[in-house]
């Protein structure tokens, strides 16, 4: 493999972010750690507010570090970004890492056209002349999939279709070359279809270019396709983390299972597709010992006491007290029962 497919771009270490609120500290983040290859998509998913939005925020400097409690480390191009000045972050957050938002509409500015727009965001960070980068716009725009780019330039972002001011802000992401570019729920807003060749779009880009992608998604089918590595997240942590293929062919927490038999997915198309019961707990009151252990069918005394870690294996991770030969054992039990007998 080329040396920059497996050249590691983010160290996040031991991440945490604790916001306080007038109820209380709510712990969005407590204690999260993986690593990001150039030409690798991690997935993170796990449910509305499990930390998902925050931890990658925080990455980005867009926390705001006066009233956040921020502890851990990211390390990119070798120095800790949660120590870098604003004025570093500003230039990491145009040049080399970027962010794509749920809502594109929300990131483009409704009263200049696109071109002008990503003009602009070229001529930032870059001392080029208008025509020059113009040139440049035309041809990203028609990259990332906007018809008849060159007419298209002058467009303001209410002509453009859900699915193209995505793509707008695709190209807006990809303008300064970045290295990393982070996803947070980049389809949701839009229809199936749209969805899926925005994915692919995302999937073309970091192949051509060989940049890292974080995407976040609620969604496992959208995991299973196009990540190589996952992360789940639950009440702000991980709970299990490991390659995309070990982790469908084999989840090791009693939480990624709830959250596969709740999508229709090949290995469990055969039964009635159930929600995990139960609501994500309180992130300012936490359950003590496991934070899932209320909502668990296989939870036993002891979960309620100690938290369990990430055990230590290198490829596929899981926090869970349950011994690793019971979790296997109950996974292929499960995946094998009809949904009502496991309950
Ligand atoms: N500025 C803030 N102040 C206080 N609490 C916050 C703030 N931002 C987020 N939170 C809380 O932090 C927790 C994690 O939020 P986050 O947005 O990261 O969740 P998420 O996993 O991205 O959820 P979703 O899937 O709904 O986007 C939630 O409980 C949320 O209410
Ligand atoms: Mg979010």
């Known amino acids: 493999m080329p040396e920059t497919s497996t050249a590691r771009l983010l160290e996040v270490s031991d991440l945490a972010v604790h916001l306080p609120t007038r109820d209380g500290v709510v712990k969005a983040v407590d204690g999260i750690s993986y690593t990001l290859n150039a030409g690798e998509t991690l997935g993170i998913v796990g449910e509305s507010g499990s930390g998902k939005s925050v931890s990658c925020l925080t990455v980005l400097g867009l926390i705001n570090r006066d009233s956040a409690q921020i502890s851990g480390r990211v390390i990119y191009d070798g120095s800790d970004l949660l120590e870098a000045t604003e004025s570093e972050l500003r230039m990491v957050r145009g040049n080399e890492i970027s962010m794509i938002f749920q809502d594109p509409f929300a990131g483009l500015h409704p009263l200049f056209s696109v071109g002008d727009q990503l003009v602009e965001a070229i001529r930032a960070h870059e001392d080029v002349k208008k025509r020059v980068a113009r040139e440049r716009v035309v041809e990203l725009l028609h990259e990332v999939g906007i018809p008849q780019a060159a007419e298209r330039f002058s467009s303001y ?9 995505q793509r707008a802000m695709i190209a807006m992401a990809l303008i300064n070359n970045p290295r990393i570019l982070i996803a947070d729920e980049p389809t ?10 925005i994915l692919e779009l995302i999937e073309k880009i970091k192949e051509e270019l060989s940049i890292g992608v974080i995407l976040v998604t609620h969604d496992l089918g959208v995991v299973r396709d196009v990540t190589q590595n996952v992360l789940v997240m639950y009440a702000g942590r991980i709970v299990e983390h490991g390659s995309t293929a070990a982790v469908f062919a084999e989840p090791k927490h009693p939480y990624t299972w709830g959250l596969m038999e709740s999508i229709p997915l090949l290995e469990v198309e055969t039964r009635d597709l159930r929600a995990i019961d139960g609501a994500p707990p309180s992130l300012i009151h936490l359950p003590t010992g496991c934070a899932f252990h209320p909502r668990c069918t296989q939870a036993f005394e002891g979960c309620d006491k100690a938290r369990p870690e990430l055990d230590q294996t290198e490829h596929h991770q899981a926090a869970c007290h349950l011994a690793r030969t019971d979790r296997d054992r109950i996974w292929q039990e499960r995946r094998r029962r009809p949904a009502d007998a496991s309950r």
Not at 157 to 165: I, N, T
Not at 188 to 197: E, I, K, N, P
């Open 157 to 165: 972002p209410h002509e453009y279709s859900g699915g193209m001011q």
């Open 188 to 197: 949701t807003a839009l229809d199936v279809t749209v969805q899926a060749q």
